[in-house]
């Protein structure tokens, strides 16, 4: 087995490095740009480089120049090279997703080990040999186009998948033809956050789009005024039905589910990333029907499952914060096409019948395959999967190989199989087939990597934060690891919109591991590991007790020795990134690296930019004198200090990022640049034609862990030995 140590033999024995690489960034113009809010003033003064960068030729311009100034920095550190080379060796093996069965065929994705994307396989049966069925790296030669989302008409003639460019967030739907692999001349435009669901007669969908925005502000507009149409097969898209479209409520958004029966158009509607919904539904075996409501209210989770008929079942946190499973007759509720505007106006009581109690652990999912419910369960962020008859009775539980996590398990209700993909820090990605009728699990892929596991060891910790709770972390290194403060560690955190972080498996960690790394996860408050309950302690007037459970996650490493202040680097992407920019600017003594990717910087403008609005559930909105205050407070753009100390900090963004808009980044990197008050270096890297993450071709990924590394490997002292 190759891995670093052995890439280096005939080099020097060990690569030590004592002189400090300098970092010069360009200096960025300051201007004199002031808010008010509430009577208080906040400057901003980099207020410019919000603009896209797509059509700025300033914000361009300032663009290539940071990304000169990281690169030649990066271009220093001679171990760039041999990181590189052996992610790549680490990368190339054969990647499979979870099959799924649709029309009669089964589906699976897979990279043989470099491709730039996932190709999409399929086969009449588990013995016979995949065919090709999408290959997306034949759409673009640098490997930036995605396939995205794939739904199949239920007699499986026609398939819908959805094209992403450059990472954005906005899709193209298409349409082709099964049997010939013929695509359609159906193109379907400025669809996000949502996919197709067919009719059962196989001649359309319906789906939910936004207007087309104004030319040119694609990548920034606010997505608003949303709205369900009905696609016919071979119509141009503008033809297609208007459905559903609330007007008065244009910042509804919604997601449409034909139930398996055919009978019922279920129309979940959100406001924001809170799974608070209102539920519409609408019969379709009535060609005049509108749709009525079923919820009138968006003070509960009530995701939609499945059906019986007029039987509906629903995932509910109503009087349940760790949720539980519930049925409703819709034939009970009372006809309302209209619904309440009021936050104080009466609330429907509907008639619900519990299936499922909360149990002592959190839901995480439920779905309906064979008649049983499989729901899915975390115990302190590990996954449990339980099967239930549908009149509540426990069956028996999935057993899984170790500390790691599940996925897939989806199905239809006259399924008597369904799929799974396990893995963990120190195991590979195993997929399973699962037989409802013998409750056993059959291995059909397992990736073979280029490692040994048993050279690895995972472990669960609990730390306690600031005001006493406690805060699981899962723990991953080489074996034979030694507690003496020297451990070069690499600190990953998210904490919100009630998103659970569990322990899977990843070539990039791998390789920090491989290199003598220590890795570490943090569950922290603000995800859903836990139930609404841990979520909620982690949202608006809360936020902080985010910050301060990775705070005392990096201060309970570095008093148990796994590590030193100057070998603890910080990660997260996202939310994860404004958890990283909040904590480096509270505590900056406390690291020694910092990786903050697609953060949210400016907590008081990001809800005026694309879907920024949907994060005021979790976030709260300057425009509330309240919460402006907390945002205020830890803001990292606005709590950056003049001539304070800050660690080595490689911000990471994209120019097609239009979920969190890298202006984010651009504005907190430059004040960051212009207040550093020591030699400690500040960079940013922007990537082109990539967006937040999703769909970005391997060769892109490989080299930003590759920099991301070597940017480590430099800022923490790391030596990598022969």
């Given at each position: 087995m190759k891995?670093?140590?052995?890439?280096?033999?005939g080099a020097?024995?060990?690569f030590i490095f004592?002189?400090?690489l300098?970092?010069?960034?360009?200096?960025?113009q300051r201007?004199?740009?002031?808010?008010?809010y509430?009577g208080?003033?906040?400057a901003?003064p980099?207020?410019?480089?919000?603009?896209?960068?797509?059509?700025?030729?300033k914000v361009?311009?300032w663009?290539?120049e940071?990304?000169?100034?990281?690169?030649?920095?990066l271009s220093?550190?001679?171990e760039?090279?041999?990181?590189?080379?052996r992610?790549t060796?680490?990368w190339?093996f054969a990647?499979f997703g979870?099959?799924?069965?649709?029309?009669g065929?089964?589906?699976?994705?897979?990279?043989s080990?470099l491709q730039?994307?996932?190709?999409l396989y399929?086969?009449?049966?588990l013995?016979d040999?995949?065919t090709?069925?999408?290959?997306?790296?034949q759409?673009?030669?640098d490997?930036?186009?995605?396939?995205?989302g794939?739904?199949f008409?239920e007699?499986?003639?026609?398939?819908?998948?959805?094209?992403?460019?450059?990472?954005?967030?906005w899709k193209i739907w298409k349409v082709?033809?099964?049997?010939s692999?013929k695509?359609l001349s159906?193109?379907l435009?400025?669809i996000k956050?949502?996919s197709?669901?067919w009719?059962?007669?196989?001649k359309?969908?319906?789906?939910?789009k936004?207007?087309?925005p104004t030319p040119?502000?694609?990548?920034?507009?606010?997505?608003?005024n949303?709205?369900?149409?009905?696609h016919?097969i071979?119509d141009d898209?503008?033809q297609?039905t208007?459905?559903?479209h609330r007007?008065d409520?244009?910042?509804?958004?919604?997601s449409?589910?034909?139930?398996e029966?055919?009978?019922?158009?279920?129309i979940?509607?959100?406001?924001g990333?809170?799974?608070?919904y209102?539920?519409?539904c609408?019969?379709?075996?009535?060609p005049?029907?509108a749709?009525?409501a079923?919820?009138?209210?968006?003070?509960?989770?009530?995701?939609?499952?499945g059906?019986?008929?007029?039987?509906?079942?629903?995932?509910?946190d109503?009087?349940?914060p760790r949720?539980r499973?519930v049925?409703?007759?819709?034939?009970?509720?009372p006809?309302?096409?209209?619904?309440?505007?009021e936050?104080?106006?009466?609330?429907d009581?509907?008639p619900?019948?519990?299936i499922?109690?909360?149990?002592k652990?959190?839901i995480?999912?439920v779905?309906?395959?064979?008649?049983?419910?499989f729901v899915e369960?975390?115990?302190?962020a590990?996954?449990?999967v339980?099967?239930?008859?549908?009149?509540?009775e426990l069956?028996r539980?999935?057993?899984?190989?170790?500390?790691g996590?599940a996925?897939?398990f989806?199905?239809?209700q006259?399924?008597t199989?369904?799929?799974?993909t396990f893995s963990?820090y120190?195991?590979?990605p195993?997929s399973?087939?699962?037989?409802?009728?013998?409750?056993?699990?059959?291995l059909?892929?397992q990736?073979?990597?280029d490692?040994n596991a048993?050279?690895?060891e995972?472990?669960?910790?609990?730390?306690e934060s600031?005001?006493?709770?406690?805060?699981?972390m899962f723990i991953?290194h080489?074996?034979g690891?030694k507690?003496?403060g020297?451990?070069?560690?690499?600190?990953?955190g998210?904490?919100?919109?009630g998103?659970?972080l569990t322990p899977?498996f990843s070539?990039?960690?791998?390789?920090?591991?491989e290199?003598?790394g220590?890795f570490?996860?943090?569950?922290?408050r603000g995800?859903?590991e836990?139930?609404?309950e841990?979520h909620?302690?982690g949202t608006?007037?809360?936020?902080?007790?985010?910050f301060d459970?990775f705070?005392?996650?990096?201060?309970?490493?570095?008093?148990?020795?796994?590590?030193q202040?100057?070998?603890?680097?910080?990660q997260?992407?996202s939310?994860g990134?404004?958890?990283?920019g909040?904590?480096?600017?509270?505590?900056?003594?406390?690291?020694?690296a910092a990786l903050?990717a697609?953060?949210?910087?400016d907590?008081?403008?990001?809800?005026?930019f694309?879907?920024?609005?949907y994060?005021v559930?979790?976030y709260?909105?300057?425009?509330?004198?309240?919460e402006?205050?907390a945002?205020l407070a830890?803001s990292?753009?606005h709590?950056?200090k003049?001539?304070?100390?800050y660690?080595?900090?490689?911000?990471l963004?994209?120019?097609?990022d239009d979920?969190?808009v890298?202006g984010?980044?651009f504005?907190?990197a430059?004040?960051?640049?212009h207040a550093?008050g020591?030699?400690n270096?500040?960079l940013?890297r922007i990537?082109?034609?990539?967006g937040?993450?999703a769909g970005t071709p391997?060769a892109?990924v490989?080299?930003e862990?590759t920099?991301q590394f070597?940017?480590?490997v430099k800022?923490?002292?790391m030596?990598l030995q022969t």
């Amino acid at each position: 087995m190759k891995s670093f140590r052995y890439l280096m033999l005939g080099a020097v024995s060990a690569f030590i490095f004592t002189s400090q690489l300098q970092a010069e960034p360009p200096m960025t113009q300051r201007i004199d740009h002031v808010d008010e809010y509430f009577g208080t003033s906040v400057a901003d003064p980099y207020r410019w480089l919000e603009a896209d960068v797509r059509e700025d030729e300033k914000v361009a311009k300032w663009v290539e120049e940071e990304n000169r100034a990281t690169n030649d920095f990066l271009s220093q550190i001679p171990e760039r090279e041999m990181i590189r080379s052996r992610l790549t060796s680490l990368w190339n093996f054969a990647k499979f997703g979870t099959p799924f069965k649709a029309g009669g065929r089964y589906y699976f994705y897979k990279n043989s080990g470099l491709q730039n994307q996932a190709v999409l396989y399929t086969q009449k049966s588990l013995n016979d040999e995949p065919t090709v069925f999408i290959d997306p790296n034949q759409w673009s030669e640098d490997g930036t186009q995605a396939l995205s989302g794939i739904t199949f008409s239920e007699d499986g003639r026609y398939v819908a998948y959805a094209l992403q460019d450059g990472g954005s967030d906005w899709k193209i739907w298409k349409v082709m033809e099964v049997e010939s692999r013929k695509v359609l001349s159906d193109e379907l435009k400025w669809i996000k956050f949502n996919s197709p669901s067919w009719t059962p007669d196989g001649k359309g969908f319906f789906y939910a789009k936004f207007p087309e925005p104004t030319p040119g502000a694609e990548f920034q507009n606010l997505n608003v005024n949303q709205s369900i149409y009905y696609h016919q097969i071979g119509d141009d898209q503008s033809q297609d039905t208007l459905v559903f479209h609330r007007p008065d409520f244009p910042e509804w958004g919604y997601s449409c589910t034909v139930t398996e029966d055919g009978r019922y158009l279920v129309i979940t509607v959100h406001v924001g990333t809170d799974n608070k919904y209102r539920v519409f539904c609408r019969d379709l075996a009535n060609p005049y029907s509108a749709p009525v409501a079923l919820i009138n209210h968006f003070d509960n989770e009530y995701a939609f499952i499945g059906n019986d008929g007029p039987i509906f079942y629903f995932q509910t946190d109503l009087d349940a914060p760790r949720k539980r499973v519930v049925k409703v007759d819709i034939r009970e509720v009372p006809v309302k096409i209209d619904l309440p505007a009021e936050k104080d106006a009466p609330r429907d009581q509907l008639p619900l019948h519990e299936i499922i109690p909360q149990g002592k652990d959190a839901i995480e999912s439920v779905s309906l395959i064979g008649n049983l419910f499989f729901v899915e369960t975390l115990k302190d962020a590990k996954t449990q999967v339980t099967l239930y008859k549908k009149d509540g009775e426990l069956l028996r539980t999935i057993e899984f190989p170790g500390i790691g996590s599940a996925t897939g398990f989806n199905g239809s209700q006259s399924d008597t199989e369904t799929f799974y993909t396990f893995s963990s820090y120190n195991m590979p990605p195993s997929s399973f087939r699962y037989d409802l009728f013998t409750g056993k699990s059959e291995l059909i892929q397992q990736a073979n990597v280029d490692f040994n596991a048993d050279d690895y060891e995972v472990k669960q910790v609990f730390c306690e934060s600031k005001d006493g709770t406690k805060v699981p972390m899962f723990i991953a290194h080489k074996k034979g690891l030694k507690l003496d403060g020297n451990n070069p560690t690499l600190l990953y955190g998210y904490g919100g919109f009630g998103i659970s972080l569990t322990p899977s498996f990843s070539t990039g960690r791998l390789a920090w591991m491989e290199m003598g790394g220590v890795f570490v996860l943090a569950n922290l408050r603000g995800g859903g590991e836990y139930g609404d309950e841990w979520h909620r302690a982690g949202t608006k007037l809360n936020k902080q007790n985010v910050f301060d459970d990775f705070i005392a996650a990096a201060e309970w490493l570095i008093e148990n020795k796994y590590t030193q202040p100057k070998r603890l680097a910080i990660q997260g992407g996202s939310n994860g990134g404004l958890l990283v920019g909040a904590c480096l600017t509270q505590r900056p003594e406390l690291y020694g690296a910092a990786l903050p990717a697609v953060g949210v910087m400016d907590m008081l403008r990001f809800q005026r930019f694309t879907a920024g609005r949907y994060w005021v559930d979790d976030y709260g909105s300057s425009d509330n004198e309240e919460e402006f205050k907390a945002l205020l407070a830890y803001s990292p753009y606005h709590n950056i200090k003049e001539g304070t100390c800050y660690p080595a900090t490689m911000v990471l963004t994209a120019d097609t990022d239009d979920r969190v808009v890298p202006g984010h980044s651009f504005k907190f990197a430059a004040e960051l640049q212009h207040a550093q008050g020591c030699d400690n270096p500040v960079l940013i890297r922007i990537e082109t034609r990539a967006g937040h993450g999703a769909g970005t071709p391997t060769a892109k990924v490989i080299e930003e862990l590759t920099d991301q590394f070597s940017f480590l490997v430099k800022t923490l002292g790391m030596t990598l030995q022969t």
